[in-house]
């Protein structure tokens, strides 16, 4: 059906626009035509959607107060003061996919997380039971198993090949069982969205599919009935439905479900680097036409970087054959790999491009390491200092650190801007990558500064402590 509703697209349109006295019998068909389409796959995929409810039980704050008052009153009105030790329950409501006919459904980590008595509601209003498989708060993706042997599961689709524009059908349960299989319909506004705030791992499909609490953990479908996605969250200042919804893509589930099903625990790949933004300015800095790529900040001891001779001041711009737009792709495409998995890498250094291979690492438990929050644009903005061994005792550094300390930074410069504080040291300055050059006084830093024009940038290696450091790219004001 799907190839031929783009036919359709443009004589609904035509249809929707003539007036309903102007339509004739061919128009109405396109239209039914259209609605048919929609309805046959609502049919095929509800069987799979199921309504998930959870428990939690907490203390209510507000009832420690009354913990020991008992003793201070008459035995009479004991039984009228709330208990200090109260538990109180509250019931969480959302969705899952049914991925196989022996009962793993797909959710939501946020549905289940701290949940106890799981149930699981399906489409006849059957309840079953749910053990947890597995989850990953990194993703928000989690995997639960029912006793079941003849559900229905989802078809997979491949989010790899969906577009912007697709229309997509979204099916949950919103604010109530009650509501369950609730079918929405919509397009594909955007893909590959990250800097939600959500999860540590952001790849969002975005939608504009109507998504309402309860929808988490349900399906998005392309017109082939496919599952695409795995609606996560909404975007909304009411928290209702206001346009804009979030999916996890199904290629990104499909890998994490890999690992949970196995071993109830996902292990990812690592890279060992600190990385961060490449902006406009900075790109002029590195050789680049344009801003784009992860700017490797440090390379960690001992780690798959270093074995593969990854450098400071690198920029990696295409891993495992993909482009690096962002230095917020990178940790995604390595993370999805498997730890031993050898991978090349291009970078751009001093100006020239270079191919490196790496033999992928387990990701350590307390999770990568990556750069300093990342802002925007203005001049020099700071002034340093030639550092003793005091100074340098004061700031945590060891003696054995070069640079100039940071001693004051406008807070309206582009220097405050982009993270630079007063302790940090500067090690490194110069026009570009590929001319760095230490500074180690004052004077020298000042000379550094000289030579340049109003409007030049610079390019500075900072240290914030003994085992981070990161590039700045500053414009010179006048």
């Known amino acids: 059906m799907k190839k031929y509703i783009p036919r359709l697209i443009p004589f609904l349109i035509i249809a929707l626009l003539i007036p309903a006295n102007k339509l004739t019998a061919s128009d109405i068909s396109v239209a039914q035509a259209l609605s048919n389409a929609f309805a046959d796959i609502s049919e095929s995929v509800s069987p799979s959607v199921v309504t998930i409810t959870s428990e939690q039980v907490f203390k209510h704050p507000a009832f420690d107060q009354f913990k020991g ?34 009962g793993y459904i797909l959710t939501n980590n946020h549905v289940i997380e701290k949940g106890e008595n799981i149930k699981v509601q399906l489409s006849d209003n059957t309840e079953l039971d749910a053990k947890i498989i597995g989850a990953d708060h990194k993703t928000d993706v989690a995997l639960i198993k029912v006793d079941a042997k003849k559900l229905t599961p989802l078809k ?6 969906i577009r912007v524009g697709e229309w997509v059908l979204a099916i949950g349960s919103p604010f109530s069982g009650s509501l369950s299989q609730s079918v929405t319909q919509g397009i594909i506004s955007a893909v590959g969205r990250s800097e939600v705030g959500l999860n540590d791992y952001e ?14 953990g349900g399906a998005l479908v392309n017109l082939d009935g496919e599952l695409i996605g795995m609606n996560s969250a909404i975007a909304s200042r009411s ?21 949970l099903r196995s071993s109830g625990r996902v292990t990812r790949a690592w890279l060992g680097v600190y990385i961060q933004e490449v902006d406009a300015t900075m790109a002029k800095t590195l050789g680049l036409d344009k801003a784009m790529g992860a700017l490797v900040g440090q390379v960690l001891d001992g780690s798959p970087a270093e074995d593969a001779k990854l450098k400071q001041g690198d920029v990696i711009i295409e891993f495992d054959g993909q482009e690096v737009a962002n230095s917020r792709q990178l940790p995604m495409l390595v993370s999805t790999q498997r730890p031993d998995e050898k991978k090349k890498l291009k970078v751009m250094r001093e100006g020239k491009i270079k191919t490196l291979s790496v033999v992928l690492g387990e990701l350590p438990e307390e999770g990568v390491a990556v750069g300093p929050p ?14 003793n061994r005091d100074r340098l005792r004061f700031y945590n550094f060891s003696q054995s650190q070069d640079g100039v300390l940071v001693s004051a930074v406008d807070r309206d410069s582009e220097a405050f801007k982009k993270n630079i504080r007063k302790g940090f040291l500067i090690q490194k300055m110069g026009p570009n990558v590929r001319n760095l050059e230490t500074v180690k006084t004052k004077a020298a830093f000042e000379k550094g500064l000289e030579v340049l024009n109003a409007g030049d940038t610079i390019l500075l290696l900072v240290r914030r402590d003994n085992d981070n450091t990161f590039f700045v790219a500053l414009t010179l004001g006048d």
């Open 203 to 216: 790849n969002f499909i975005q939608t504009d599919a109507a998504i309402n609490p309860g929808n988490s």
């Open 69 to 102: 008052y008992q003793d201070m009153l008459p035995k009479q009105l004991w039984p009228f003061l709330p208990d200090g030790d109260q538990e109180m329950r509250s019931t969480s409501l959302g969705s899952g996919i049914v991925i196989s006919k022996d």
């Open 374 to 387: 990342q802002t925007e644009e203005t001049d020099i903005g700071f002034t340093v200092e030639t550092p």
């Open 156 to 161: 997979m689709g491949d989010s790899d090949d």
């Open 239 to 259: 928290g209702g439905y206001q346009g804009i919804g979030f999916a996890i893509p199904i290629n990104l589930v499909n890998r994490i479900v890999e690992d």
